[in-house]
């Protein structure tokens, strides 16, 4: 069992920059593969990031490739998402979540995670 909790959420304007912040407990981090959801009232979840658990891969859909940058901390087990540039578009609730341990193949694809967090709000001002 992983326990997650999300944390760096909040109002900015368009054009500002935000880190979220993923801290897990339970079972060592570092075996995980860790990824960022976001979701919006009446739409799927969608896939912003991910960090495969060897931490030589990194996934970026292309509405953030460039803005978001995802990383990793095992020693902290705390996974960050640092945004760039938001705009309203990004307004969202943001979830992280991990796959099965030593996962290997694709990061992107949310039926893969496994344990998810609370999630935090992201609310970005025009």
């Known amino acids: 069992q992983v326990q997650l909790v999300e944390s760096g959420g909040g109002l900015v304007q368009a054009g500002a920059s935000l880190r979220l912040s993923c801290s897990a407990s339970?079972?060592?981090?570092?075996?995980?593969?860790v990824g960022w959801f976001r979701q919006v009232p009446g739409k799927e979840r969608e896939f912003v990031a991910a960090?495969?658990?060897?931490?030589?891969?990194?996934d970026y859909p292309d509405s953030v490739e460039g803005r978001f940058t995802i990383s990793r901390d095992d020693v902290k087990n705390t996974v960050y998402l640092d945004m760039y540039s938001l705009t309203p578009a990004d307004t969202a609730v943001y979830y992280c979540?991990?796959?099965?341990?030593?996962?290997?193949?694709?990061?992107?694809?949310?039926?893969?995670?496994?344990?998810w967090g609370q999630g935090t709000q992201v609310t970005v001002s025009s």
């Open positions: 960090i495969r658990w060897s931490g030589d891969t990194a």
């Open positions: 979540a991990v796959s099965a341990p030593y996962r290997f193949g694709r990061i992107d694809d949310l039926g893969d995670y496994i344990y």
């Open positions: 339970g079972r060592t981090f570092k075996m995980y593969t």
